[in-house]
Nanobody, 128 residues
Framework: QVQLVESGGGLVQFGASLTLSCAAS????????MGWFRQAPGKEREFVAA????????YYADSVKGRFTISRDNGKNTVFLQMNSLKAEDTAVYYC?????????????????????WGKGTLVTVSS
């Protein structure tokens, strides 16, 4: 079992930066590909970024490429999402997800049910 707990969300202004964290429990959490997804009000959950289980590959949605950076610290069982130049359209609940031995790009097209574990989310609100 792996439990995921997101943190770091909040209310920020347009253009600001924010870093989200996803703390994973479980001895083998480093064997999971990790991804960030988001769901804006009235919209479906969408892929944001992912990092492969080996940590050597990352993949981003076009909407955040160049602004967001995903990274992981396996020693701390934590995945980070550094978000820069935030826009109003980045407002959403951000969820962390884990998939056993997955590469980053593969996670971008996986369905909700295909993930092994989900966190409960953290809200990011960007004011214009």
């Amino acid at each position: 079992q792996v439990q995921l707990v997101e943190s770091g969300g909040g209310l920020v202004q347009f253009g600001a930066s924010l870093t989200l964290s996803c703390a994973a429990s479980g001895r083998t959490s480093s064997s999971y590909g990790m991804g960030w997804f988001r769901q804006a009000p009235g919209k479906e959950r969408e892929f944001v970024a992912a990092i492969g289980w080996s940590g050597s590959n990352t993949y981003y949605a076009d909407s955040v490429k160049g602004r967001f950076t995903i990274s992981r610290d396996n020693g701390k069982n934590t995945v980070f999402l550094q978000m820069n130049s935030l826009k109003a359209e980045d407002t959403a609940v951000y969820y962390c997800a884990a998939k056993w031995k997955s590469a980053a790009q593969a996670m971008s097209v996986m369905s909700y049910s295909a993930m092994d574990y989900w966190g409960k989310g953290t809200l990011v609100t960007v004011s214009s």
